[in-house]
């Protein structure tokens, strides 16, 4: 798939082949210098303990798979030459890992090592009498299997791929195709990162430059708070793959100019557009589902499709949600300005990656508090909750009809004094530019949380003391342990965020291919527009149609012209093309609900009862049912709503029989009565 047979990399022509100038150069030398006195790269001691970790767990497996051989009754001559081969991957693969960060890791091993037995059971038990290991934690139940620990002191995540082959190569190409013949897919999600990461380094331009662009954009993310794939924003690999994306636009630039292109290139980008290094293939033989929103209807969910390069192509920002894709929107917006005032020498590196203040953003947050009695209880009961909380985003902007707009803060806050406890943030702000008789500033969300709560409390491992308590609370009243020091700042004179008062033309026509149905209740569909995709004449792969914007791009003999470049970049993100009806975000709770993924209380058309959590208190549980299904609850409203839908066939869009007419109503209660509500019910 690596291989180009147009002479460029990419599914386009680049943007501009045109070389850097001395102020390229200049800018290029201030941003590294800026990168390594923020303390992005390694010690040289680092790098060498790592190597020396991985050099040392690949001669454990390797011990490891000749114990699994000689205890299968294989002879000596074979026990000999068995072999399991250590791959690395993500952060640490790409070169742009930093201190003290962790390494992925992929043990591939031949077809008579089984995950259950062999690899979390006797290589665990392996490492467990190493006194190099410590913190050592199996979890073989997750979507991709891994094993967890501390090896030299050096954080290890460790998944295991199981080959159909007898003996694995020392050579091993895990690129090929070929080598996901006959395997499972826990198999098939591991080799992924792997495979993924090897193919982004082929398909760019110049590795070192990529390197730098890729640390810069992950660094900026994290100060501006919209990096983390379980919050709804974007995760290490997603960065990876649009930095690669621009390298492929702007092959010959150094990474000063890549990532003010970076900016100006996703500025503008017209979600749901799919971002794609190569063509996606399809290869019926293997058996694997791609990412192709014309057979599969999931796939039209989906909001920001970053699509990976390694067959099976799948879209790697699946949890970006509207109100995610809001906030990424508006921050790419910034960076373009802050990129074009650096060019004009009225801004600087400084500027370009100051903090996000989070906490003097919004008036109104909600504060997520979990506990557990122990450290291994709140470690299981912490993981669990934060891969719920997009949930709970979904929820409140369904049932407040999208005209409140959630911004989930990417990280946690431990307050020292409070043991096995942390507590999680949520931004909470009116919709941009709705009118004061569509919503007011009063929403009740005391059903929206109750609900949350019984899914959560529905984890299979629950134990007492696994506790969640969500509350309402000001601006004002933020606790100091969130802040630095323990010290609230002082607030400007002037508003923090100006740049987010109000967003762009561009911006809100983006946004919107993928917002979610207005205010006033209108049942139609909304129109967003997916790719031209179209199979190839002998059916065997997936193409994306984007506009040819070779001839209107920069080349290296033309004088560097602006206007040119606005107009490839225009043809590269704003092309016209073929609209589809697919459901809103509204309605992607149900969707998730059908594929078991959101494990919901159950309806039905005449009853109206939701299980509460298994704590013995009967009582309880009657209460909060009838305070969420009371006749003035929105849940109920809804409930109502749907009933004619839930006797005809499954239906995944906005509700075909609900009259045009019927106007919903508006939601009173103020915020400020959550904190009450929910320590009542709790």
């Known amino acids: 798939m690596a291989n180009q047979t147009n002479g460029h990399l990419g599914v386009t022509e680049p943007i501009s082949l045109s070389g850097p100038t001395e102020t390229d150069v200049m800018r290029t030398q201030e941003l590294e210098t800026f990168l390594a006195d923020a303390g992005l790269y390694p010690s040289h001691d680092d790098a ?379 931004g909470l702000q009116k919709k941009q530019g709705s009118q004061p008789n569509e919503g007011e500033n009063h929403f009740d969300m005391r059903g929206t949380v109750e609900e949350f709560k019984q899914l959560v409390h529905m984890y299979t491992t629950w134990k007492p003391g696994m506790e969640i308590h969500i509350t309402h609370v000001k601006r004002k009243d933020i606790p100091r342990f969130v802040f630095p020091g323990g010290v609230r700042p002082q607030r400007p004179a002037r508003p923090v965020r100006p740049s987010r008062s109000k967003l762009s033309d561009a911006a809100t026509a983006m946004v919107g291919n993928v917002a979610s149905a207005s205010a006033n209740g209108s049942s139609e569909k909304k129109q967003i527009q997916p790719p031209d995709l179209h199979l190839n004449a002998n059916g065997d792969g997936l193409r994306v149609s984007e506009p040819d914007v070779g001839s209107s791009g920069i080349k290296d003999t033309d004088l560097f012209s602006k206007e040119a470049e606005d107009i490839a970049i225009k043809k590269l993100t704003g092309g016209s093309l073929p609209e589809v009806e697919v459901s809103d975000e509204l309605d992607e709770l149900h969707y998730l609900e059908s594929l078991g993924s959101v494990k919901a209380p159950e309806t039905t058309a005449t009853t109206s009862a939701v299980a509460a959590p298994s704590d013995g208190n009967g009582e309880e549980a009657g209460e909060v049912q009838n305070q969420i299904f009371s006749k003035s609850s929105p849940l109920k409203r809804k409930a109502s709503e749907l009933e004619a839908v839930e006797l005809v066939p499954t239906f995944y869009g906005a509700n075909p029989s609900a009259s045009e007419n019927t106007q919903r109503k508006t939601l009173k209660l103020k915020l400020t009565t959550v904190t009450k509500a929910t320590t009542q019910s709790t």
């Open 48 to 426: 060498v303990s790592r190597e020396e970790v991985l050099g040392r767990l690949d001669q454990v497996v390797k011990s490891w798979i000749r114990r699994v051989s000689r205890s299968k009754g294989y002879n000596e001559q074979f026990v000999q030459e068995a072999n399991a081969k250590i791959f690395t991957f993500g952060s640490y693969r790409l070169g742009v890992h930093g201190p003290g960060a962790d390494i992925d890791t992929l043990c591939v091993g031949p077809r008579h090592a089984t995950r259950e037995e062999d690899f979390f059971g006797v290589l665990h038990s392996m490492l467990a009498e190493m006194p190099e290991v410590a913190e050592l934690h199996p979890v073989p139940d997750a979507h991709v299997p891994v094993m967890k620990f501390k090896f030299m002191g050096v954080s290890i995540d460790l998944l295991y791929a199981k080959l159909a082959l007898l003996v694995v190569p020392e050579d091993l190409d895990i690129t090929q195709n070929s080598i996901l013949e006959n395997v499972d897919e826990q198999t098939a999600r591991s080799l992924n990162g792997c495979r993924v990461t090897d193919l982004i380094l082929r398909l760019v331009p110049n590795i070192q430059n990529f390197r730098t662009t890729l640390r810069c954009m992950r660094y900026w993310a994290k100060r501006r708070c919209v990096y983390s794939n379980v919050s709804g924003f974007l995760g290490g690999i997603n960065w990876a793959l649009l930095v690669a994306r621009i390298c492929q636009l702007y092959p010959n630039a150094l990474p000063s100019t890549l990532v003010s292109r970076f900016f100006k290139v996703f500025a503008h980008w017209r979600w749901p557009n799919p971002v794609m290094l190569c063509q996606i293939e399809d290869i019926p033989s293997l058996g694997h589902t791609v990412w192709d929103p014309r057979r599969y209807y999931r796939d039209r969910f989906q909001h920001m499709p970053i699509i990976t390069p390694a067959y099976p192509a799948m879209n790697s920002s699946f949890n970006v949600s509207t109100s995610t894709l809001r906030v990424m929107t508006e921050e790419f917006q910034r960076g373009d300005e802050v990129c074009k005032a650096m060019e004009e020498n009225k801004a600087d590196w400084k500027t370009l990656f100051e903090q996000y203040p989070f906490f003097e953003s919004y008036k109104h947050y909600l504060q997520i508090d979990i506990m557990a009695e122990n450290e291994d209880d709140f470690r299981q009961w912490h993981g669990w909750i934060e891969s719920r909380l997009r949930i709970l985003t979904l929820k409140i902007e369904k049932y407040t009809y999208n005209m409140l707009q959630v911004h989930p803060f990417p990280g946690d806050f431990c307050d020292k004094a409070k043991p096995h406890s942390c507590s999680f943030f949520m």
